[in-house]
């Protein structure tokens, strides 16, 4: 277990997307972390070593799990090997973090978070969306309902975009038995926002498809899942590829009015412009985006009538690394528990089974 008065070595496994724009430039921007090395198994490392020159870059996973001055280990490498490298990077006596989705599937999940409490490490995945900055603003709806919107009976929560061909990444082309396809991709954001919020549903309903019927992309491209509450709350999760028109991206209802969001949280195109949690617009999101409420509210008794903007929280993707090196220091329990990255994955994995059936099924199988 590192000291409160060392640094925390980071070793990054991959060099992709999530490592380029999400993982490596908030480790970077958080002091009590040294970003130390990479494992990048082929072509050139000029990318690397031009934004992190102090880096050694390692061409096998092997090397890096032997390095002692390794005190975490952050895996961004395709679904297929989070299970395998995770185990091996907690067996050689790391913290990991793992990119979501967590694992294929739930048994997997599970065997890493007992297998991270036998050697005493810190497993965490990267559930960054939960410091959205609207949905920052959503669980502070939640949290009040009974003062602003009333007993929450709906909660959608979509991420489409319009985009009719393939990128030709394994995310597309790849196989749905390998976690392939935007349910592993989206829906692990989604389901994890949605039980923060409202905790496990009693059952699952979903339809999964592939709208497009693309030739290099046979993985499944949309997806709905309602999620059923015993006190009667739906969720309702969805994304597809096809949306031209814009579709909210939450929407709350309750006994008393509603809550309507459009817009993705502005953190991941900061990140891509440069920015990090250490400049000051930094999860700032503009007033034209903000959502908006209309309410019978009932503040201290009186009824008030209100309708318009509520501010957005300020997106804090930082406070995700943070949380874990204060985990790794013994200093706060985990924000983001590998049990809890599991159940996600339980959650997916029902909805496969839902969709395949046509049925609707039971949280608790």
């Known amino acids: 277990m590192s000291s409160n008065f060392t640094h925390i070595n980071v070793g990054v496994i991959g060099f992709g997307m999530s490592a380029q724009v999400f993982h490596a430039p908030l480790i970077s921007s958080n002091k009590a972390f040294n970003l130390v090395a990479f494992v990048r198994r082929s072509g050139s ?18 090397q890096l799990f032997q390095d002692p001055a390794i005190d975490l280990i952050v895996i961004t490498t395709p679904n297929t090997l989070h299970y395998d490298l995770a185990r091996q990077a907690l067996e050689a006596g790391k ?13 997997e999940g599970i065997s890493l978070a007992k297998l991270a409490k036998q050697h005493s490490r810190v497993l965490s995945v990267f559930h960054n969306r939960r410091w959205d900055a609207d949905f920052l603003t959503v669980q502070k709806l939640v949290q009040s309902q009974k003062s602003t919107l009333g007993r929450i009976v709906s909660f959608e929560s ?28 989206l829906c692990s954001h989604l389901l994890d926002q949605a039980l923060v919020l409202f905790g496990e549903p009693e059952y699952v309903t979903a339809h ?92 201290d008794g009186v009824k008030l009538h209100v309708k318009g903007k509520i501010d957005s929280e300020l997106g804090q993707y930082g406070a995700y690394y943070e949380n874990v090196c204060q985990a790794i220091r013994g200093n706060a329990p985990l924000a983001v528990t590998a049990e809890q990255a599991a159940w996600v994955i339980h959650g997916i994995q029902l909805a496969i089974k839902s969709s395949q059936s046509g049925q609707r099924v039971a949280w608790h199988q």
Not at 292 to 298: A, G, K, P, T
């Open 208 to 299: 999964v498809s592939n709208q497009r019927q693309l030739e290099d992309s046979q993985v499944d491209d949309q997806f709905l899942v309602h999620l059923d509450y015993k006190d009667g709350l739906r969720c309702t999760l969805g994304a597809g590829m096809l949306a031209r028109i814009p579709t909210p991206r939450f929407r709350l209802t309750g006994m008393n009015g509603s809550y309507v969001k459009y817009g993705l949280d502005v953190q991941e195109n900061q990140l891509k412009d440069g920015l990090t949690p250490k400049d000051g617009a930094y999860g700032l999101e503009k007033e034209e985006n903000w959502g908006e409420i209309d309410s019978l509210m009932d503040i």
């Open 158 to 185: 979509r991420f489409d975009r319009f985009r009719n061909f393939s990128k030709n990444g394994w995310r597309e082309t790849g196989k749905a038995e390998d976690g392939s396809g935007v349910l592993y991709d």
């Open 45 to 62: 490392n000029l990318a690397i070593t031009s934004k992190y020159p102090l880096a050694t870059v390692y061409q096998s996973h092997d």
């Open 95 to 107: 913290h990991v973090v793992v990119e979501k989705p967590f694992t294929i599937t739930f048994e």
